[in-house]
């Protein structure tokens, strides 16, 4: 069974931290990862887009990684913003269909 | 360029009403997508269309129905409404079937409450 797993599934951080989310996905056959912001409210919107060849991708001040071998990745959050607090999800592609397996996401909060 | 555009935002119902949910994009995309996302639960496919005239069923079909007589719309009709069926529905749209990798545009969803 296609499944993805985020962790943690929610977090806090103060206002110019770092932070990392995690992301742990059983697809098969694996065609890409994709990561998604959400605000409260709003459709998700796409962030980063890796295939299995990719091992790190940017976005601004968004650094999303990707391990193939063994099926993790990571979405790394520089110098964090009040405007970062949302939910991001992680997303994995199966390959040869239209498939997207759904992570539940993590909840970010950025205080001051 | 609107981009995915949902309506209504926000729809209360009693069960066994009907409604129709719309969605529309100006991005001229192939495919278009629902689903619906439920606390505790990623989003989940309802139907998907890969062109005009072609509807296929997702993960949860069951009590929806699809249409696509254009590119640009893909409303989703309520047959009965249940209360099971509160959650928030998200339209999508990207490129070409399944997106590869082009990412999917979402509308900002139709909160839907069933009573």
């Known amino acids: 069974k296609n499944q993805v797993e985020q962790s943690p599934q929610s977090l806090i951080i103060l206002e110019g931290k770092n932070c990392t989310l995690q992301?742990?996905?059983?697809?098969?056959?694996?065609?890409?990862l994709r990561w998604y912001k959400q605000d409260t409210g709003r459709g998700p919107v796409s962030l980063t887009i890796?295939?299995?060849?990719?091992n790190t991708k940017s976005n601004g001040r968004y650094t999303a990684t990707l391990d193939a071998d063994t099926k993790q990745s990571s979405l790394h959050i520089t110098a964090s913003q009040l405007s970062d607090s949302a939910s991001y999800i992680c997303?994995?592609?199966?390959?040869?269909?239209?498939?997207?397996?759904f992570g539940t996401g993590t909840q970010l909060k950025v205080e001051l | 360029n609107a981009g995915v555009t949902q309506t209504p935002k926000f729809q209360v119902l009693k069960t066994g009403q009907s409604m129709t949910l719309q969605c529309a994009q100006d991005?001229?995309?192939?495919?278009m997508s629902w689903y619906r996302q439920d606390p505790g639960m990623g989003l989940r496919l309802i139907h998907y269309?890969?062109?005009?005239?072609?509807?296929d069923q997702g993960e949860v079909p069951n009590g929806y129905n699809v249409s696509r007589s254009t590119t640009e719309d893909f409303p989703l009709r309520l047959l009965s409404a249940a209360p099971s069926q509160t959650s928030v529905y998200f339209c999508?749209?990207?490129?070409?079937?399944?997106?590869?990798?082009?990412?999917?545009?979402f509308g900002d969803g139709t909160r839907l409450s069933i009573l």
């Open positions: 999508a749209s990207s490129p070409n079937p399944g997106g590869n990798n082009q990412p999917q545009h």
């Open positions: 992301c742990n996905y059983t697809v098969s056959p694996f065609s890409n």
């Open positions: 890796m295939t299995f060849s990719e």
């Open positions: 997303v994995a592609l199966t390959g040869g269909g239209n498939k997207l397996t």
């Open positions: 991005m001229n995309h192939e495919y």
């Open positions: 269309s890969v062109g005009a005239g072609i509807t």
